[in-house]
C-alpha cells in the first residue's frame, strides 16, 4: 500500500492491524519465512543478473536494483544466505554464492565506509554457512581497506567523501566494525581491532546525548579531533533523533560488545535501546524519526523495526539480570509479531520483497513508504534468531 495523505486513514491503519496480543510467533514466523521464500526465490529469478542487486520497490512493486558499488548490495546476497541455512535448499546456496561472486571487486573500494555492510553481510554470511578459503581472504583485504579511512586524530572511520562536511561520521558506521572485529581474529593484523575499538570508543562519547538518544552526523577536525558540527541526513532536524540511526546504535554497540565484553558498551547498547523502546507506537513499528513533527501522519520504517528485533534478541543474551533479559526479548517478539502481519508484511501486495512501509531517506524524498532489501535482511535475520531461543 502506498502511503496515504488522510490522517483518517493513517489513523485507521493503526488501530486495525495492531496486532493482537495472542497471536503466536510459533505460527507467524514459519508462514512469514515460508513468504520471505517465495519472494527470495522469485526476486532472484526476476533479477537474473549477478552484477545488479535488489534496493528498492518500484511503483509496481518490482525491484529496483543497482550496481555492486551502491552501499546496499551485500543485502542480498546476504538473505539469499539466510534462506539457505533456514530451508538448506541448494537453489539458495547457488544463487547466495552467485550474487556474492558479483561482489568481489569491492573487497577494494577505498571510497566507501560501508565494506561491512557489502561484504560482511555478503561474504561474511557466506563464510560462517559455507566455509571457504577463498571467502576469508576477500573479507580479510576488505578490512583492511576500510581501515585506511581511519583518522587516528578524530578517532574515527571516515563515513562519506565529497560532502559539505570537514570528516563526518555517521551513527550508521557502526555497523560496519563488525568486519574489523572478526578479520583481526581470522588472519587479519590486530590493528583491525584496535581501529574498531577506537571507532567505537569515540562514537560512544560523542554521538549521545544524556537521555539516549543518537545524533546522525558528526564532523571532526582533522587537526585537534575536536567536534566542528552534529547535524542530521536523514533525519528530521539536527536534534531529532533518526529512528534507523537509533537502531544502527542499538544493534553496533551490541555487536561491539559481542567482540569485545566491555561494559561500557553494553550501557550504551542498552542506553540506545531504552531511548528507542519507551518512543514506540502501539504496534511496535517506529515512524521514521522519533521527533517527526505529523505523527501520526508520518511513514514508518519497518528497516529500523527489524534492524532493533534482530539486536534485541542479540542483547537479551548479554544482560546482567533475567528482568533486562525478559524485557528485551518481549519488546523483540512484539515487534517480530507486527512485522509478521498486514499491513508490513507484504503478502498480497504488489511488492515483490518480504516488508512493505520503509522509509529511505524522507528529507531528500527518496524510497518513501516502499520495501527495501535491508529491511528484508535484517527481519530474516531477526526470525533466525528468535527461531535459535526455541521458545
Known sequence: MRRIGSSIMILTLALVYAPAPGQDLQTLVPHALQFAQQQLRQSVLEIGDSARFARSSQSDGSWKTTPARDWTSGFFP?????????????????????WTAGMVEQQFDRGTHDLGFKIFCSYGTGNRLSPSEEYQKVIVQAAKTLSGRFNPVVGCIKSWDNRKWVYPVIVDNMMNLELLFWAAEHGGPKELREIAVKHAETTMKNHFRADGGSYHVLSYDTTNGSILVRNTHQGYADESVWARGQAWAIYGFTMTYRFTKDPRFLATAQRAADYYLQRLPAD????????????????????????????????????????????YLRHAKNILRSLCAAPYLAEGTASHAVLNHATGSKPANS?????????????????LRYLKLGK
Open 78 to 98: 546476504g538473505a539469499l544466505w539466510y534462506m539457505y541455512e533456514y530451508t538448506n535448499d541448494p537453489f539458495f546456496k547457488k544463487s547466495a554464492e552467485k
Open 284 to 327: 511496535h513499528v517506529p515512524y521514521w524519526d522519533f521527533q517527526a513533527p505529523e505523527i501520526p501522519n508520518e511513514p514508518r520504517d519497518v528497516s529500523a523495526a527489524a534492524i532493533t528485533a534482530s539486536a534485541l534478541f542479540e542483547l537479551s543474551s548479554y544482560v546482567k539480570t533475567e528482568k533486562q533479559k525478559e524485557e
Open 367 to 383: 524510497e518513501v513508504d516502499v520495501s527495501i532489501i535491508y529491511a528484508d535482511y535484517y527481519f530474516i535475520e531477526a526470525m
